[in-house]
Nanobody, 128 residues
């Protein structure tokens, strides 16, 4: 059974940091180059919004304007884990964060509808 499990969320003050993890299991090629991978977030009553991605094939790292320079996406093939390092967190970053994976090329890597597999989410709260 293919599964994604996120962890690492929590409550921090503005300016703080968190590292989210997404462990993939049941995928025959792990989190290798066959998959595009994305971190998305969704606040109550709002649409799921992409923040960081790894493209399939060349593994290019991409970021939304709202997190560029503060968040870093990475992956560890041996551990089948994708990370999202989040620095200088702000109240507007408060949300439930999800990782998603899709096999092969996608036209719109920032479109959550393109993704086939999702984790259950991990809550991030930023407040003073």
């Amino acid at each position: 059974q293919r599964q994604l499990v996120e962890s690492g969320g929590g409550s921090v003050q503005p300016g703080g940091s968190l590292r989210l993890s997404c462990v993939a299991s049941g995928f025959t090629s792990g989190i290798g180059r066959d998959y595009a991978i994305g971190w998305f977030r969704q606040a109550p009553g709002k649409e799921r919004q992409g923040v960081a991605w790894i493209t399939n094939g060349d593994g290019k790292l991409l970021y939304s304007d709202s997190v560029k320079g503060r968040f870093t996406i990475s992956r560890d093939h041996a551990l089948s884990t994708v990370y999202l390092q989040m620095n200088n967190l702000q109240p507007e970053d408060t949300s439930t964060y999800y990782c998603g994976m899709v096999l092969g090329w996608v036209d719109r890597i920032d479109d959550s509808l393109e993704y086939d597999f999702w984790g259950q989410g991990t809550q991030v709260t930023v407040s003073s």
